[in-house]
């Protein structure tokens, strides 16, 4: 009798540790830059983002891999995205893992990485698998067509608009769950990638507002930023880079177009936040707000390549059409990058750093705060672990399983400092590299930075500080042998012949 009450007993108190896991829902925008919310610096409407940060924690030092595929690799595996190229099937992702766990996982948006999300642990999904899609018809920037519904060929509606779509997806999702089970959603919006598209009135609200050009813009979010406290009082503002145009010598009809690639993809990224607020109101609505963590961020800096197309140009496309192809170029993206240097696929910090949003009411005991902690996509699957409270199997499906990275950001929750990272690397296609210790950055195997004092990047001490230089490159040359086989360090001895 004791026994049975003793296991009675143990049952009720498991329910209720189950119970008590969060949801969590993790949201990633595409070639977003540093400064593009308004909490952040922004003259972007982002009233719902800014709220969640109002009562969450704004993450300052967060940086992902500079490019789509390399930052969704390393963020599903927990690894870096070397290691999970060559070795992706004993790789056991997020989903996966929470499965184990008992959560239940869900995908909408962007997959972009190896095999199909219902392949690697997510039971429900609607997006595409491509790198970009057309926003209002789904046509992959590759040609052909793209969007699934659970693996199944999705037929697109006439009013579609890939962003509120993927949203009517989360909130369908959320509305067939099982009570009773916490959950895992992944919402993987494409915006503000290319191509800029978004409904007419949505860009009327911004049309006009970019006309003083790209380095008024600079100027007027670095004074916001240090107002925020999101920089420090005593920053310096980067240098523009050598592409960046005067926008005092554009002619007027130049000016206005750029007004209006600028206006779009401003309200793309209003819209994205417009979503945000149905997803937060669907939380509390059910009930469920309170217990669910949130994290917002970007996969890379702000893109500099204009890859606007000529039939676009030709027959004057506006971007809420579905047969226009805008861009904007790295004039803008500078701006969007401030106050940093560089854009996606770069390893500075204009191409690695993202604003990062954590919001989770019953689990963060220091709202309002700023974490200023350096951390990195391979740490969400600790973090998730953490929470789910299970550990990494050590096999999975009868494979042995690949060494998973990552430091937890559980004690950032309640404003506990968490180990540091021992070195993170860096490395977008073997060209363009970085491997950070401590305060130290080494960037293209070539240059190198004091984070603490020289974010912006602006003064390389490679020739100043010989043996520092010396040292980081040594450890360079050894965390590429291990994590992709020295190939990107013999690619940077080869350009560095060539200079
Ligand atoms: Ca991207």
Known sequence: MHRIIFFLISILVLTSVADERPNIILILVDDMGYSDLGCFGSEINTPNLDKLADKGIKFTHFTNNSKCETTRTSLMSGRYHTETYNDNHSTVTIPENLGLAGYQNWMVGKWHIFDKPMKRGFERYFGFHEGATNFFNGEGTGGGYSYFDDEKPYEMPADFYSTNAFTDYALKYIDERKKGKPFFMYMAYNAPHYPLQAPKEEVMKYRGKYMDGWQALREKRFKRMKELQIIPQDMKLSKPEANIKNW????????????????????????????????????????????????????????????????????????????SYICYPASWANACNTPFRMYKQNQHEGGIATSMIAHWPKGITVPGTFNRQRGHLIDFHATFRDLAKINYPSEYKGKKSAKVRGISLVPSFKGEARPEHEFLYQNFANRKTALIIGKWKLVDAQELYDLETDRIESNDLSQSKPEQFQYMLSQWIKRDKELNKGKASTQKKTNKKKR
Do not use: H
Not at 262 to 286: S, W
């Open 248 to 323: 005092d010598k554009l002619s007027s009809e130049a000016k206005d177009d750029m007004d209006l690639r600028m206006a779009t993809y401003a309200a793309m990224i209003d819209i994205v936040d417009q979503n945000i607020g149905r997803v937060v109101k669907k939380l509390e609505d059910e009930k469920i707000l309170d217990n669910t963590l949130i994290i917002f961020l970007s996969d890379n800096g702000a893109c500099p390549f204009d890859r606007t197309r000529e039939p676009t140009k030709e027959n004057n496309y506006m971007p809420w059409d579905a047969r």
